[in-house]
């Protein structure tokens, strides 16, 4: 039984939120502004003649430090602005140390540190705690950070600490929530050729730092499956320990006090563990090379070129980022004016001096262009990084350029909190305190003559890369035209491994606890044999939703046709789609389905509650048992279900998969079942309460259940009339 698909109808024709607007107000009549004389006109400056200040230097704010007796340091920074108190522990962690059978080992921890609980209580134990107070305590990991951090009122800070502390010191991964975060990031696998500037940016990316090196690999199903709850505490235990992390603190307390809470709260935690190896180093040295990723779908070429960058302690950087900004920084730059002022041909264009703390970035140039022009443009691309490196840039657009840089600090360190920030972040990578002042001075420095010199020195277009994206049948020219052979890029997605984690007999047991599902719920010959349904029903969105009540009907036909129609509080809704493609009738005309709603849609079909009962039936599916009452369920594209059942009776008891929605980020949804009705010998859930990210939305109840009653393609296809309330 398909539940979401309306939820992404009522966000797409805006009436989910949708409120009677305020009556509104008459503006009072304004007289006329004086028109301007000769006079004024002359008091006022022309905006050329205008002077400013030079920019004084990034004040540090006063930061109080300590080692505490259990090796943690503390860095504390009173802030009496609000009544907030904020903190974070930086961990010297990342995925960089992931296991190459086990890539995305560090991601699923820093996700499952926090929504797995703790020791003492669930991760929805602690949603509830914090919310009640309004408060928060999250968690993560990156490629060479890991974090953990909370955010209260001041006067609930203690257990805000309290859970804080435990999140960080006895995370228990609990199993249910390491299938949730399994299930998002196989989710995020099988999309990643969505978009082909992504695709662009990240072949490029892998493709410099090398693909078998930890900055160059990828996950994929594979090395997810094989991550284990005990995969995930071995990973803690080795990383978090108390000489391992920095905790910074900021907000409304008193320094001496605030101290000493910590010191206590954190007197027992005094787990001991050899130093942290230091991040791997960056070896490859790609010789350059251009590189197609065929994607027939797109009218348009993304492209991403350049090469290995530096690191921001070279001191070179600051004459780099000056010249990247005038190469192809904002709609002046030299890049922009050229291929999409001039030329026409770009729809964007971009260029960045990629720097890091600790190992080089990357120099790239990226942007999309029309198919008909691809190779033009790159080659106009190329030339233009030419004449950078033989002829100095003029003094308009060193000056334009410093001062953007200039400006841009002010509002990198416009606050105590972010300036805290960047102070630890210069610690934990081993930078000078004083970094940005000297980065300050460097930028105001920065000549002509430096910009040649660093162009002539760092700039390497004989040995570019470059990854395009796009469909080479539209292409004005091949891209071997550009004087290099083409290396094609190989964006096939290897298929989920089958069988739960990789243990033998999984699938077997999977298709054994499916066969008893199967049977509870009318017999296998009956489910297979539903062509069609046609099925009444109300939603009823919480209050945080929308406190909506929707009547819908369905209608379904085999293998993928599907009608939905709604009444709403705001009006009547109609979708259709095919399984490839479809449309959508609100109040306020008709759009096609496609991008996230067809997406959505596409997964809901998949998800059809008698045809999950049959997923052993089904092509291009793969069942494998992960505990005795679960069954993950990896579809074609990639995406990953898991049904759980009730051990008493057999039928399905809750589903949870991921959702793709249509004005935010993907969430993991979870529909339970319950009050099973004969249907024609099928057991049916006449009850479904959805859960988002863990939250209730909303509660389905069904009225009426029909199968196979003869559904007619064309009815199912019917748009309503024009103007059809």
């Known amino acids: 039984m398909r539940n979401t698909f309306i939820i992404a ?3 797409l024709s805006g009436l989910l939120a949708q409120t009677a607007p305020p009556p509104a107000r008459p503006t009072p009549a304004r007289p006329p502004a004086p028109r301007p004389t000769a006079a004024t006109a002359a008091a006022v400056p022309a905006y050329k003649n205008l002077k400013f200040p030079a920019l004084k230097p990034i004040p540090i704010p006063p930061v109080d430090s300590v080692a505490l007796p ?13 009544p907030v108190i904020n903190g974070a522990a930086r961990v010297r962690t990342g995925n960089l140390f992931d296991p190459k059978d086990k890539i995305g080992l560090a991601t699923i921890t820093g996700m499952v540190m926090r ?3 703790t020791r003492t209580k ?14 928060s305590v999250e968690t993560g990991i990156g490629e060479s950070s890991g974090s953990v951090s909370f955010s209260s009122l001041k006067e609930n800070v203690d257990p805000v600490l309290a859970i804080f502390h435990d999140v960080m010191t006895q995370p228990e991964f609990r199993q249910d929530r390491i299938d949730l975060a399994k299930n998002q990031l196989h989710s995020s696998i099988a999309r990643r050729n969505d978009d082909p500037g992504s695709i662009a940016q990240r072949e490029y990316s892998d493709i410099l730092y090398g693909k078998d090196s930890p900055y160059g690999w990828q996950m994929e199903h594979a090395t997810v499956d094989a991550i284990t709850r005990a995969d995930m505490l071995a990973f803690h235990q080795r990383y978090f320990f108390p000489s391992n992390i920095m905790l910074a603190v900021w907000g409304d307390f008193d320094t001496q006090e605030m101290k000493a809470r910590i010191q206590k709260l954190f007197a027992d935690w005094t787990v001991k563990q050899q130093p942290v190896p230091e991040f791997p180093k960056v070896t490859s040295k790609t010789a350059g090379g251009t590189y197609l990723a065929v994607k027939s779908d797109t009218a348009q070429t993304f492209f991403s070129m350049g090469h290995l960058g530096g690191m921001l302690n070279d001191k070179d950087y600051p004459a780099l980022s000056i010249l990247s900004a005038i190469l192809g920084e904002g709609g002046q730059s030299r890049l922009f004016q050229l291929v999409r002022t001039k030329m026409g041909n770009a729809y964007n264009i971009s260029a960045d001096w990629g720097a890091n703390y600790d190992h080089p970035g990357l120099f790239e140039i990226s942007g999309s262009t029309k198919s008909a022009s691809t190779v033009e443009t790159l080659r106009a691309v190329q030339q233009e990084v030419d004449r950078i490196r033989t002829t100095e840039v003029t003094e308009d657009e060193l000056k334009a350029a410093k001062d953007t840089a200039l400006n841009s600090l002010v509002f990198a360190f416009d606050s105590r909190t972010k300036t805290l920030g960047r102070i630890l972040t210069y610690e934990y990578y081993g930078y000078p305190k004083d970094f940005i002042q000297q980065y300050q001075k460097a930028l105001g420095e920065v000549t002509r003559a430096d910009v040649l010199r660093v162009a002539k020195s760092h700039l390497d277009p004989e040995h570019f890369t470059i990854v395009a994206v796009g469909n080479p049948a539209l292409f004005d020219q091949p891209l071997d035209k550009l004087g290099k052979p083409v290396t094609p890029v190989d964006l096939n997605i290897p298929a989920p491994v089958k069988g739960s984690l990789g243990v033998p007999g999984a699938a077997a047991a999977g298709r054994g606890m499916l066969a008893r599902a199967q049977i ?3 017999g296998l010959d009956k489910l297979t044999a539903i062509k069609d349904y046609t099925q009444s029903k109300e939603i009823n969105l919480v209050a945080a939703a929308g406190g909506m009540r929707v009547q819908l009907r369905d209608q379904w036909m085999d293998p993928e046709h599907f009608r939905e129609d709604s009444d709403t509080p705001a009006g009547k809704i109609s979708a259709y789609c095919d399984g490839q493609q479809g449309w959508i009738f609100t109040p306020q005309g008709e759009t096609p389905l496609a991008g996230p709603q067809l997406t959505q849609v596409q997964g809901d ?12 039936r089904l092509p291009g599916r793969s069942i494998a048992a992960e505990d005795p009452e679960t069954v993950a369920i990896a579809m074609p594209t990639g995406e990953v279900v898991h049904l759980k059942f009730d051990t008493a009776t057999g039928l399905p008891w809750s589903i949870t998969y991921p959702a793709v929605h249509v004005s935010g980020p993907e969430m993991e949804v979870q529909d339970t079942f319950s009050d099973y009705r004969d249907v024609n010998g099928i057991k049916v859930p006449f009850r479904i309460v959805i859960r988002q990210g863990g939250e209730k939305f909303a509660d389905v109840t069904l009225k009426d259940v029909k199968f196979n009653s003869g559904l007619n393609l ?5 748009k309503p009339a024009p103007g059809a309330k």
Not at 70 to 82: A, C, K, P, T, V
Not at 122 to 134: P, R, S, V, W, Y
């Open 520 to 522: 509870a719920a009318g």
């Open 605 to 616: 079909l998949s998800r059809l509650y008698f045809r999950l009962l049959i997923s052993d």
């Open 122 to 135: 669930t991760g929805d134990e602690l949603d509830k705690a914090l919310e009640d107070i309004a408060a």
């Open 115 to 117: 929504t797995g609980g």
């Open 70 to 82: 259990n090796g943690m340091r503390l860095y504390l920074l009173e802030d009496h602005e609000l």
């Open 714 to 718: 064309a009815d199912l296809e019917q």
């Open 9 to 11: 109808l009522l966000s």
